[in-house]
């Protein structure tokens, strides 16, 4: 766009130009303005994703190939203003994934770290490094970079969740590996709690570790847990005018995110309470969990309602209400931009 406006280039800097190009380079002050802009503009759009359209296509995938064929069976969030990037905002990819009953999603790991946020079918379970945590609603299961992972469904019924992966940031820095097990499912080598029991129970081991680095050694975060836990906090303070009741998922190691690179977070906002417009430079992903709620963000307005997803691009203001009482799972890359000191939010 600025190109547009811009004069034309006269005749002798044009001449200069071409001769730079052959030995790559180029002048900065032709592109200065785009590489150094005043204030962030995002090119992603914000959009709601329903999950009543995608379940039933989500379901159509699942008689067309197995999940071992797909290897992840995933209707990837596609921002609208970028078809074919897998990018749900600038930086974090996100999909709708299901798990048939029966099914084995085969173990791999790769540098990538992932979320998922449980949205349907009690039974589904993740295995992460040795460890198998069953998956229920509203439970957010975390896999850290480089972890062996499978997932699978003993049940009969389906398995649906939200993943969430900074794969776009690992691929910006060219940093991205990958490997197969030589097995379907990897060898279990702890008991089912033995994460929780160590780390997330306000306790932990004598002899400091770190079993997953900066990544938080919970591997799963209960919704059994954490629900209560909001709403008790809910019904004792007054919500912050521009976040509601929210409470951020936590590594009981340093306090930090639970994530290096994706912050995640739980909101309430009771039926009828609006936020304060707010803007900050992180790319946002909201799933619903319960109610409903109104999203205004960058002058539009949607709606998402339970297990819908919301993308929110950067630095454009937003608002949330809830049209029912409502609980919101978050996620975005506020946690990389935190450690890289770019991070920046702006409250009205
Ligand atoms: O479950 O490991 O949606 O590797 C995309 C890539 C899920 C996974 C995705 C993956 C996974």
Do not use: C
Not at 196 to 206: I, N, T
Not at 248 to 253: A, E, F, T
Not at 269 to 292: H, N, Q, Y
Not at 333 to 348: F, H, M, P, S, V
């Amino acid at each position: 766009m600025q190109t547009a406006t811009a004069p034309a280039i006269p005749a002798n800097r044009q001449k200069f130009y071409d001769r730079l190009s052959p030995k790559a380079m180029a002048p900065l002050w032709e592109v200065l303005k785009g590489l150094v802009p005043e204030q962030p503009k995002s090119k992603f759009a914000p959009h709601v994703w329903k999950f009543a359209e995608a379940r039933p296509l989500l379901m159509e995938a699942g008689d067309l190939l197995t999940a071992e064929e797909a290897e992840r069976r995933v209707l990837v969030l596609e921002n609208p203003a970028m078809p074919g990037g897998s990018r749900i905002t600038a930086t974090m990819y996100a999909g709708y994934q299901l798990i048939m009953p029966g099914e084995i999603a085969p173990a791999h790991r790769h540098t990538a770290s992932a979320l998922r946020m449980v949205l349907e079918g009690n039974g589904g379970y993740t295995a992460v490094a040795g460890e198998l945590t069953e998956m229920k609603r509203g439970d957010l299961v975390i896999t850290p970079a480089m972890t062996w992972h499978d997932h699978g469904q003993k049940e009969q019924k389906p398995v649906i969740w939200v993943d969430g992966l900074d794969l776009h940031m690992v691929n910006f820095y060219e940093a991205a590996f990958m490997d197969h097990f030589n097995d379907k499912t990897q060898i279990m080598s702890k008991p089912q709690g033995h994460s929780d029991a160590m780390f997330g129970s306000g306790l932990g081991p004598m002899q400091p570790f770190s079993p997953f680095g900066q990544t938080s050694p919970i591997f799963n975060y209960s919704f059994s847990k954490a629900r209560p836990a909001l709403m008790q906090v809910a019904g004792a303070n007054p919500p912050d005018a521009h976040l509601g009741h929210a409470l951020r998922y936590v590594n009981p190691q340093d306090g930090g995110w639970a994530m290096p690179t994706i912050a995640t977070w739980l909101t309430h906002l009771p039926k009828g309470f609006e936020t304060k417009a707010m803007r900050s430079t992180d790319g946002r992903t909201i799933v619903v969990l319960e109610g409903e709620i109104t999203i205004e963000a960058d002058g539009k307005t949607f709606t998402a309602g339970e297990s819908d997803v919301a993308g929110i691009p950067s630095w454009v203001w937003t608002k949330v209400r809830a049209s029912k009482d409502a609980i919101y799972f978050s996620f975005s890359d506020r946690a990389a931009q935190e450690k890289l000191g770019i991070y920046r939010e702006e409250r009205k």
